[in-house]
Structure formats: C-alpha cells, structure tokens
C-alpha cells in the first residue's frame, strides 16, 4: 500500500488524486498513518502562498536546466536540508511517552514543592528512556544503563514551573567526579580511528581509573544491563537531592521508580537472539502497549539520609557510585506516574526534549553537593543550546504549563509573548513583577579550603562486594560470563589483572572468578589487590 501510494502520488497530475489515494489508505484502516492532507485546502509554500505544481521544477523546456527562479522548490530542499540536528552527545537513541504523575500525600514536612503537598494532585509529565552509548539508530538490546528521565510540567497553582528528574535504570554510577565524565564516554563510545566499540579500550580506562567503577560494573554487567523492556525496569536518581521546607529546612533524599509491570532482564542469550529478530523491540513494545491501552506505571519511592547519619557511614552518602543502604533510609511511596500517550511526532518530541539536571526548583528541590551532580547542571543546558539552539526552552515540548514572565524580549529565544517598555526588572515608576522570597535558594554553611581533591575516603569495593553476596546463584553465573563476554577480548594482561584485582578486592570469589574466566594471572591479582585501599576509617567501619 504505501509503495503504490508514493508511486501514484508522483504520477498524479491533480491534488485532488493525491487526496483520494490517502483517503483510501484510511479507509483500509492505516490508524498508524493518519493522512494529513485536506484536499478543500490550498498546500501552500512556508510563507503561507499557495502552491501551483508540487512534483515538476520550473525548468527551460520540460527537459531542464531549471531555473533559481523557482524559490519554493529551493526552499523545500532548503528545510530538508536542515532537518537533521546533532544527536545527544550521550542518550542519543530514545523513546517518549506523555502521562501524568499523581501524588499520595502532604510532603509539606520535607518539601515547599506544591505539587507533592497534598494526595491526588496532578502533574503533566513527559518521559524518555534512551540507551547511553550508541547512536540515534542503534539496537535497544545492547548492555548498557537506560536513561531514564522525567519532566514534571507543574500547574501554576502548585507554584508553576518545570522539574526534571533525570536519572537511570541502575542506581549507582561509575565516576564521582565530573571531571572524569568525557574521558569515560570517549572510553566507551566506538574507537576513534575505526568507529567501533572495543573493551580494550573501555576496560583501559576503567583500570586506570583505580577502582571507582567496581559497583557500577557488578550491577551493568548483571542481567540488569540487558532490559528486557522499558515498562519492566525502574528508575534511579542516583544523585541525592536536597528537599526544602517552608522552614527552609534542608533534608536529603534519593528517589527510585518503581516499576508496576515488575522487573524483567533478557539473559546475554536472550538479549542477542531478540536483536536478531527485532532491535527497536523496546520502543516498538513501549507504543503497542500504550496504544492498546496497557499504560505502564511507576510508584515514586524516596529514601530520606537521616541527618544524624550523614557524617557517620562508612561511605560518602553524596558520592554517586554509592546506594544508600535500606536499613539506613527506608524506602517511602510518594506518588504514582502513569503513561498513556505516544509522542504524535518522534522529532518533535523525544528528539527535542531537553531534559536537564539543571532545571529544578529553588527553595523546594534543590541539587545536593554530589560532585558528579554539580557538573552535570552546566553540562546539560550548555549542550542543550547547541544541539537545539537558542530557543530551546520555547519549543512546545519543553514549554512549561505555567505562565513565563521575563524581562528578556530580544534574542533568537523570544516567542514574541514578552513586550513593551518595561525590559528591565526593577523600576520606581513602573510595576514590575513580584519575586517571590520562598523560591530563593535555601541556605547552607561552608567553611573549608578551596582545593582539587579527592572524597576523604573512597570505600570502591565493599558496596560491590555485598551487591555480589547479595546475588542469586544464577545472577552470580551470569554476571561473571557477561563480564568474562568483555573483558575477555581484552588483549592487555596488565588491564585484564586490574579489573580482576578490583573485582577479587570486593569479593575474593568474585575475583576469582572472573580471573579464571579470562585467564588473569592470580598470583597478580592477588598482589594487585593486596594493594588496593577502600579507606575507610576505623571509626566508621560497620
Ligand atoms: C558529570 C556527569 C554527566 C555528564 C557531564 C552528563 C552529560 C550528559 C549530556 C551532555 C547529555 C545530553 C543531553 C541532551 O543533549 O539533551 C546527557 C543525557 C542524559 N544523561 Fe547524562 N551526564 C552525566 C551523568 C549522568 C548520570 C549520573 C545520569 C543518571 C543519573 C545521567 C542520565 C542522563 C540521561 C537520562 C540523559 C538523557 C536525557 C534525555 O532523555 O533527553 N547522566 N548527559
Ligand atoms: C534481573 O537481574 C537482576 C540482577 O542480576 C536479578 O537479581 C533479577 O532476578 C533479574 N530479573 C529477572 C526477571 O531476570
């Protein structure tokens, strides 16, 4: 059908005919492809002047040279031309979906946040899950953490404004630092001379960076890291946020979705033999199932960091590669997010969503002190302007529900909604708008020096122990043949003993192991991790 649509189409002398093939594949119920034509309406060029021929270039004779004069066939080829913008430099590959978040209590304790202040409030939302390394066409079946990334467009009378979750599938990370986070993606992504992926090269760097990735790789290379679909797995903030009061009380939290569909991982097996058959099999299950109206859904769960144990545990609880452990802070259901609506257009949503870290909400939600956070709240708006452009704030996706009121009117970033005199925002003869002094930043005491040092104590191998103990049997197998599928192809027996030697340092038959899985030289390991420090003081040993 769409074959001979285009074809006819083509040969079509008439718009007239045009429509009626389209109303035919209507007819014959292509509910997938809505016809978008009108044929009582004029197509028309982009300033609006209707169109005389849509298929011939105003040209000498019929059989050319054709002639500039034809701006509208130029500027046709001009927007094609243009259609493409950069993919993500990370998450380039994604999939959208709108819904709703519904919230089951008062948070007015820990948070000024209104749209969590009271059960059954609603919020618009708009989500996407994305695989990090690969391009916008890449397989979905790949190992890798997803993206997992919420914008929560809240009503004016909940305070108006935009909060955006961004967070994973897995709830630790590999590096504590922002400084680290190109080196790791370089690593990570294909080769540089042959555009390839290579453990060698990845394995390298994750040697070199001593350790720091251990728990982030017991969980990625569980079946964890090979999703079975997007609606069976949860979301991690990974990062602690800090919740403001009307106090101004400062309370710190982490958050996890909880998936409603249950968890389910495909096996390596699993993973290759559904990539053979089907390599969007995430995003096409994500749209069958919404479209049936199967609407998947979350629980948004918080853990609160009681402040007399910040200072206390035997990690750094603002350190990304750590999990707050439960006996600690207990999990609490805050709310519940449903998604029920497919994006009508993939570009115009989930290719232009600009979620952002940096987009919060001060005095209610604020970023933590976490050095991996920090960076990625200038990282992600200075990206988001070139890959979108200027106006990215403006574009319908992103626009938030509630009114903006700037004093900006110039600039590519202009909708033409602010004007008038008054483009300046303090005045003794005109009104100007009211700020409003709970939405100022909460306050906090600093007394330190100011240096480029690492956290006082690492503690890289016990969390990763303990996530390993933690395993089943099968989980256990698993993620020693997933790592050994890698680290194996890793030439350099200097990187393949490091990697070993931290696995061996969290658990000695971890390291075992993966060491005779890869042939790691023992002996090596052994006095590699013999070396190896987690740092923890005395006094904070559990
Ligand atoms: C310093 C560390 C990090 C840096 C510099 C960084 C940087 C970036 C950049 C530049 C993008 C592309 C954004 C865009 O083009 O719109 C991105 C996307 C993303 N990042 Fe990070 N990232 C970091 C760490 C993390 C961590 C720890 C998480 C999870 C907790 C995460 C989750 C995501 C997600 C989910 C997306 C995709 C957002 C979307 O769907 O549009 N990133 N990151
Ligand atoms: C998913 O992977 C985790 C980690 O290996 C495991 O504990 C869990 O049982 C797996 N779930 C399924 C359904 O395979």
Redesign the pocket.
Known sequence: MAVRRVLVAAAAASVAAVALIAGVAEAAGDRDRPATGDASKPHTSDFGTPVGDNVNTLSVGPRGPQLVQDTRAFEKLARFNRERIPE????AR?TGAHGFFESYGDLSYLTRAGFLGGAGRKTEVFV?F?TVIHSKGSPETLRDPR???VKFKIDEKYGGGIWDL???NLDV?FIRD?IS?PDMVHSLKPDPVTNIQDPNRYFDFFGGLGGAATNMLTTLYSDLGTPATLRETNG????AYKLVNAERKVTYVKFEWTSMQGIKNFTAAEAMETQGRDFNHATRDQYDSINDGKFPSWELRMQVMPSDRMDKLDFDPLD?TKRWPESVAPFKAIGKMTLDRVPDNFFQATES???SPGTFLPGAIEPSEDK?LQ??LV??PD??RY?LGTNYADLPINRPVSPVRTYTQDGAGNNGAMKGTLNYGLSLTHPVFATVDEARFSESKVCDVVTQAPIPFPADFKQAGELYESYSTRDKDNLVSNLAGDLGQVRSQLVRDTMCSHFYKANEEYGRRVAEAVKCNMRTVQKMAGHLDDGIPDDRRQ
């Open positions: 993500r430099v990370v998450h994604g996407r994305s993206g997992f990334a961004v967070g994973n990370f922002q986070f991690h903030s990974v990062h990304a969503v600009a979620m991996l960076g990625r990282s992600y990206t988001q890959r």
